[in-house]
C-alpha cells in the first residue's frame, strides 16, 4: 500500500508539473524551422517571448501567426502621439528584450510579442512561430521576463500560464541548398559532367534513403538508367 501511495503522488506531481504550453520546434532544412505550440488544459491571450541567435545577420524574416495584434508596435504608435484604430497592427512581432517598443532589424536578442483579441475572446489553442534564415543558423528561444512570458486562461480566468520554455528551447535552421540535384549535379559541385555518373554508379542499383538522397537525380525513387540519362540530358551545365 506505502508504494502505491507513493507511485501516485510520484504521478500527481508529475501531472501538476506539466507545461500549460508546450513548444517544439522541427527544422525544415530549406531555410527555415517551425516553432509550434500547443495549450492544453488553458488557451493563449498573448505571448512575450525571448529570442537569440547565433548569427542575426542570418535572420531575414519572424512569421507569428494566429495572433491578431501586436502589442509593442501600437504601442509605438501611442507614445509617439498617435491614435489606434482598428485594424489594429499586426505587421511586426519583434520588440526590445527590456523594455517597451518595437525593433525592425534583427538584433542578436530581441523578443517577440503578440496578443489575441476577439469578440467574447476565448483565446487560441495553438499555433506556430515560423523563422527563416539565408544560413545555417541558431534561434534559443526563452520566455521574455519584461512581458510575462505567456498569458491565458485557465480554469476560467486570466493568468500567467507555465511552458517548457524554461531551459532554453534550441531551434536550428538549415539553410537551403544551392545544389541542382534534379538537373543531374548527383555530386552538388555545380557542373554536370564524370563526377555526377559516378555518383550514380556508386550507388547503382540502391533503394535505401541514404542512396536515393546521393544519387536519385529522377526522383524515380531508384538508382538507374533514369538517372544516368537526367545526368546526360544536362551533361555539360554549370552553375
Not at 513548444?23 to 498573448?46: M, P
Not at 517571448?49 to 501586436?70: I, K, P, R
Not at 543531374?184 to 559516378?198: H, L, P, R
Request: hydrophobic content about 45%.
Amino acid at each position: 500500500m506505502k508504494k502505491l501511495i507513493a507511485i501516485l503522488a510520484l504521478m500527481a506531481a508529475g501531472s501538476a508539473y506539466a507545461a500549460d504550453v508546450d513548444f517544439v520546434s522541427v527544422d525544415k532544412a530549406d531555410g527555415t524551422a517551425e516553432v509550434t505550440w500547443t495549450a492544453t488544459g488553458c488557451t493563449v491571450l498573448g505571448m512575450g517571448l525571448e529570442v537569440a541567435v547565433d548569427s542575426a545577420d542570418s535572420l531575414t524574416d519572424v512569421d507569428v501567426d494566429s495572433f491578431n495584434v501586436f502589442i509593442d508596435q501600437a504601442f509605438d504608435i501611442v507614445d509617439g502621439g498617435g491614435t489606434l484604430t482598428e485594424p489594429l497592427p499586426t505587421s511586426n512581432a519583434k520588440a526590445s528584450v527590456g523594455a517597451a517598443g518595437s525593433v525592425a532589424a534583427f538584433d542578436a536578442d530581441f523578443a517577440l510579442c503578440a496578443g489575441y483579441l476577439a469578440e467574447n475572446n476565448t483565446g487560441l489553442a495553438s499555433g506556430k512561430i515560423t523563422f527563416t534564415a539565408d544560413a545555417d543558423s541558431s534561434v534559443t528561444l526563452t520566455e521574455n521576463a519584461t512581458r510575462g512570458g505567456v498569458v491565458g486562461i485557465k480554469d476560467g480566468a486570466v493568468a500567467p500560464l507555465t511552458t517548457n520554455l524554461g531551459a532554453g528551447l534550441v531551434v536550428d535552421i538549415t539553410a537551403a541548398s544551392s545544389c541542382h540535384f534534379t538537373e543531374g549535379d548527383a555530386n552538388c559541385d555545380d557542373s554536370v559532367d564524370f563526377g555526377d555518373i559516378q555518383t550514380v554508379l556508386n550507388n547503382w542499383g540502391m533503394t535505401d534513403t541514404a542512396s536515393l538522397a546521393a544519387a536519385d537525380v529522377n526522383g524515380d525513387s531508384s538508382v538507374d538508367f533514369g538517372d544516368i540519362q537526367t545526368v546526360l540530358n544536362n551533361w555539360g551545365m554549370s552553375w
